[in-house]
């Protein structure tokens, strides 16, 4: 099975855990077999997984999560990185550019689309190998999954089925409604519009073909920002004529928000929290380094994080996008490819880091034309390379690291340092990347 997973948006609902690189699905809060923390993306292929052992994943996103992704899932999945935002089209053109030219997956290979952070459990990925079974046997150009509905949304648009069956062809779709029409809507059959759906590459190579000029994945990535902003669904689904719909009545939830994603974990409280007896309906993520104690509280969530604090009522807890909008404040958190960083203080003329690199994996090697550094090994053993000097570092080692020294440093254990940044245009534009050899 050929999957590509959709991974989009900056996640500010989910804000103080979420910011432009920390997106919903990176947050850890879904335990897995073993007892662990693990983000949506990490359940979600762990899931596929174990449906199907052989499927091969691709995941769009754009270039801000890559590192992410490679913290949490490795070298394990295909990356179609989308250099700017364009929309779901042109995502998934790129992808299935990228699954032929790079990939060398055939034409007639079915390919399963679907977002990277519903909740679900594993029937839902029985049903899509059924779903690129179907599109497999080209009955149909596109075949669409619909989700059977469990309340008149006013949130999903709208598929409406020529029969009640499995599987069916499709009559019609309708935008998002407001409840009174989905109530009707769902009376006469309606299934919600997931954004799952199956088909063979060639098909939509061909229909990418009819609205892009280009010669291969090369190409098409050279002038994707030049791209029209369009959704696959106005682009190509809902101009399709041979389309069909299989329909899923299993467990499907979107967590965009504070109050669905606590209906979906399984303790009230993940990290250092006391709540009182007092506490009602109350749900507290804590991801700092100190103590978060509730009492007295009803139907609230909290969340602590470096980028801040939240404490909300639930049903209002929708609404934050707007407020953390106009907040004006960088990134205090990340996960890299080799590790993760954490700011814990910012002065004029400095920032200090914690950083944490996990073992076998390295810095780029790189240096700053604004600042200086210094790194503190608190921890861990490893080396550094500085201007080409390879030197072993462990707990105590102080290395300073002036201005246009190239650098990098090399976790044969798990290594934390406390990195201070000193210079007057601190910026993360600051860095040139060059391969040690050179």
Same mark, same amino acid.
């Given at each position: 099975m050929q999957i590509i997973l959709l991974s989009g948006g900056s996640g500010r609902r989910l804000w103080p855990l979420s910011n432009d690189v920390r997106s919903k699905q990176f947050i850890r809060i879904f335990r897995n077999e073993n007892g662990e923390y693990e983000s949506m993306v990490q359940r979600m292929y762990r899931q596929i997984r174990k449906v199907d052992p052989d499927a091969v994943?691709?995941?769009?996103? &754009?270039?801000?999560?890559? #590192? &992410?992704?490679?913290? /949490?899932? +490795?070298?394990?999945? +295909?990356? #179609?990185?989308?250099?700017?935002?364009?929309?779901?089209? =042109?995502?998934?053109?790129?992808?299935?550019?990228?699954?032929?030219?790079?990939? +060398?997956? =055939?034409?007639? !290979?079915p390919v399963v689309v679907c977002p990277v952070d519903p909740y679900v459990e594993d029937d839902y990925f029985a049903a899509l190998k059924d779903l690129g079974a179907q599109a497999a046997r080209g009955e149909a150009n596109l075949v669409l999954m619909g989700i059977a509905p469990t309340y008149p949304s006013a949130k999903y648009g709208y598929i409406i089925p020529s029969s009640q069956g499995m599987l069916s062809d499709v009559q019609a779709f309708r935008e998002k409604p407001d409840e009174d029409t989905a109530r009707r809507y769902i009376a006469k059959g309606a299934l919600w519009n997931g954004g799952v759906f199956a088909y063979k590459l060639g098909y939509v190579l061909r229909k990418v073909h009819e609205r892009i000029e280009f010669t291969d994945y090369n190409d098409l990535l050279a002038k994707y920002d030049t791209l029209e902003k369009i959704s696959f669904d106005y682009a190509v689904v809902? $101009? !399709?004529?041979?389309? /069909?719909?299989?329909?899923? &009545? +299993?467990?499907?939830k979107d967590l965009g928000t504070w109050n669905t994603l606590t209906e979906a974990m399984e303790e009230p409280t993940i990290g250092d929290v006391i709540l #009182?007896?007092?506490? !009602?309906?109350?749900?507290?993520?804590?991801?700092?380094?100190? =103590?978060?104690?509730?009492? *007295?509280? $009803?139907?609230?969530v909290v969340a602590a994080a470096p980028d801040g604090i939240l404490v909300s009522d639930k049903g209002q807890s929708s609404y934050i996008k707007p407020i953390v909008d106009k907040l004006e404040h960088g990134i205090m958190y990340a996960e890299k490819s080799w590790g993760s960083f954490r700011v814990i203080d910012v002065q004029d003329g400095s920032m200090t880091f914690r950083v944490q690199l996990n073992p076998g994996h390295a810095m780029k090697y790189h240096c700053h034309r604004r600042r200086d550094e210094v790194w503190t090994i608190v921890s861990g053993t490893g080396y550094a390379v500085i201007d080409? !000097?390879?030197? =072993?570092? $462990?707990? *105590?080692?102080?290395?300073?690291?002036p201005v246009?020294?190239?650098?990098?440093v090399y976790a044969e254990t798990e290594l934390k340092i406390i990195e201070v940044q000193l210079g007057s245009d601190i910026s993360v534009e600051d860095k040139e990347v060059r391969c040690p050899e050179e």
């Amino acid at each position: 099975m050929q999957i590509i997973l959709l991974s989009g948006g900056s996640g500010r609902r989910l804000w103080p855990l979420s910011n432009d690189v920390r997106s919903k699905q990176f947050i850890r809060i879904f335990r897995n077999e073993n007892g662990e923390y693990e983000s949506m993306v990490q359940r979600m292929y762990r899931q596929i997984r174990k449906v199907d052992p052989d499927a091969v994943v691709t995941i769009a996103t &754009a270039k801000s999560q890559v #590192s &992410a992704i490679r913290n /949490q899932l +490795g070298d394990r999945v +295909g990356i #179609s990185v989308e250099p700017c935002r364009r929309d779901t089209f =042109p995502a998934i053109a790129l992808a299935s550019a990228y699954l032929r030219d790079v990939q +060398g997956v =055939p034409e007639e !290979e079915p390919v399963v689309v679907c977002p990277v952070d519903p909740y679900v459990e594993d029937d839902y990925f029985a049903a899509l190998k059924d779903l690129g079974a179907q599109a497999a046997r080209g009955e149909a150009n596109l075949v669409l999954m619909g989700i059977a509905p469990t309340y008149p949304s006013a949130k999903y648009g709208y598929i409406i089925p020529s029969s009640q069956g499995m599987l069916s062809d499709v009559q019609a779709f309708r935008e998002k409604p407001d409840e009174d029409t989905a109530r009707r809507y769902i009376a006469k059959g309606a299934l919600w519009n997931g954004g799952v759906f199956a088909y063979k590459l060639g098909y939509v190579l061909r229909k990418v073909h009819e609205r892009i000029e280009f010669t291969d994945y090369n190409d098409l990535l050279a002038k994707y920002d030049t791209l029209e902003k369009i959704s696959f669904d106005y682009a190509v689904v809902e $101009k !399709e004529s041979r389309i /069909q719909v299989l329909r899923y &009545a +299993g467990q499907w939830k979107d967590l965009g928000t504070w109050n669905t994603l606590t209906e979906a974990m399984e303790e009230p409280t993940i990290g250092d929290v006391i709540l #009182s007896d007092t506490c !009602e309906n109350v749900h507290v993520i804590n991801d700092l380094d100190i =103590p978060v104690v509730c009492t *007295g509280l $009803k139907d609230v969530v909290v969340a602590a994080a470096p980028d801040g604090i939240l404490v909300s009522d639930k049903g209002q807890s929708s609404y934050i996008k707007p407020i953390v909008d106009k907040l004006e404040h960088g990134i205090m958190y990340a996960e890299k490819s080799w590790g993760s960083f954490r700011v814990i203080d910012v002065q004029d003329g400095s920032m200090t880091f914690r950083v944490q690199l996990n073992p076998g994996h390295a810095m780029k090697y790189h240096c700053h034309r604004r600042r200086d550094e210094v790194w503190t090994i608190v921890s861990g053993t490893g080396y550094a390379v500085i201007d080409g !000097e390879k030197r =072993p570092v $462990k707990a *105590g080692d102080v290395i300073q690291l002036p201005v246009g020294v190239f650098h990098t440093v090399y976790a044969e254990t798990e290594l934390k340092i406390i990195e201070v940044q000193l210079g007057s245009d601190i910026s993360v534009e600051d860095k040139e990347v060059r391969c040690p050899e050179e």
